[in-house]
């Protein structure tokens, strides 16, 4: 029978990171679940009073997440997989974002995800080994308007993950960035913050609202498996795109985007450099 891992995930009150927990949890796993609001985990505390610690975190908080690190290792002993997920969405144009809202959209989506590596790692290399997942998405494969901020974050945090990956790998620990798809997770409703909208771009939020529909994707729980399946492999992948769908629309995304490149060849190679 395998080992019990120990799970720290963010962003776990809800979508993705709650499914991962349950999942988790029903494996035989002990999971320390933070989110900024943690009362929506009441249900699971309940069920699982002995493997599960709800923690009280806002990841934007650097000294916040270092203490709250600290307090997930000491819980269970150690930390084995550490899943970096919370984050929100802000939608909007561009031009309509405030430097308010982009500064609080990238402290959490992108900082907040830096402050939880830096802080596990030192518990990590003393065990000698450990799994981060970097929850990023499959829009991180190129930008999309009105959610251009969403994207800049998630590949500063596809960036960034590639370079700990690097450093890390000496140290027995590994990390896999997880480009996710379109999951029914909230993150439209609850996750979302709106810009003030410009009239300048209706007719351009008309045809992304057309082109997008009203589908809201499958329920998280139909991914954890995988994320499960991942954490387990003895040498994970460095990246993993999570869904069918989405594996083929990044696919075509790095399709077009090399067509691109090969079309403008001839004027890319005047320059010496």
Not at 166 to 182: D, L, R, S
Not at 202 to 208: H, I, P, Q, S
Request: charged share 20%.
């Amino acid at each position: 029978m395998a080992t019990a891992k120990v799970w720290f995930i963010t962003g776990a009150s809800r979508g993705l990171g709650k499914a991962f927990a349950e999942a988790a949890l029903a494996a035989g796993d002990r999971v320390v679940a933070a989110a900024r609001n943690t009362e929506p985990l009441a249900a699971l505390a309940v069920e699982y009073p002995d493997t599960l610690v709800g923690l009280p975190l806002d990841v934007s908080d650097r000294r916040a997440v270092f203490d709250g690190v600290d307090r997930a290792a000491a819980a269970f002993g150690r930390l084995d997989v550490v899943v970096n997920n919370a984050g929100g969405l802000l939608y909007g144009m561009v031009e309509e974002a405030t430097e308010g809202q982009i500064r609080a959209h990238l402290d959490v989506n992108f900082f907040g995800a830096v402050w939880v590596a830096q802080a596990v790692l030192p518990h990590l290399r003393a065990q000698g080994s450990g799994r981060i997942l970097q929850i990023t998405s499959m829009g991180a494969a190129g930008g999309m308007a009105s959610v251009g901020f969403y994207g800049a974050g998630k590949v500063a945090l596809d960036s960034f993950s590639e370079a700990l990956a690097m450093e890390v790998a000496q140290f027995g620990i590994k990390v896999t960035i997880v480009e996710m798809g379109g999951y029914d997770t909230g993150l439209f409703t609850q996750g979302t913050t709106a810009t003030e909208a410009l009239t300048h771009y209706d007719t351009l939020r008309a045809e992304l609202a057309e082109m997008w529909g009203e589908e809201t994707g499958p329920a998280p729980s139909t991914a954890a498996p995988v994320v499960m399946e991942l954490a387990a492999l003895p040498e994970p992948p460095r990246r993993l795109i999570v869904g069918g769908r989405s594996y083929d629309q990044v696919q075509d995304l790095v399709r077009a985007r090399a067509d691109l490149y090969q079309a403008w060849e001839s004027l890319s190679r005047r320059a010496p450099g």
